[in-house]
């Protein structure tokens, strides 16, 4: 490409319900880290794995939609989507 800036998403819809579907499978992979749920303690431990789940998430979307919007002056789903990919990846070896 001669000019990488102008390279975009193609199907920005596609896109978020790609994240959608990636977030939504991360419940299985990082709760499911536990291996059981036969005591109260056991579930209760899958159910904050899930709340840092979400919260990791959710804010690495926000602070790189916001850190985009500050830089760019423009909004950038697509960098929101990342910024959820990267927060759900950086959480993942702390569960």
């Known amino acids: 490409f001669s000019n ?3 390279f975009g998403c193609h199907n920005l819809p596609l896109v978020v319900l790609g994240t959608f579907a990636l977030w939504f499978g991360w419940y299985g992979f990082n709760p499911g880290s ?9 579930g209760a431990l899958a159910a904050q794995v899930a709340m840092n789940t979400t919260l990791a998430a959710a804010t690495g979307g926000i602070t790189v939609f916001l850190l985009r919007y500050v830089i760019t002056h423009k909004y950038d789903v697509g960098a929101l989507c990342n910024g959820i990919l990267a927060g759900l990846v950086s959480i993942t070896a702390g569960c």
């Not at 536990?34 to 056991?42: A, E, I, V």
């Open 4 to 6: 990488p800036e102008e």
């Open 34 to 42: 536990t291996l059981t749920m036969k005591s109260g303690s056991d």
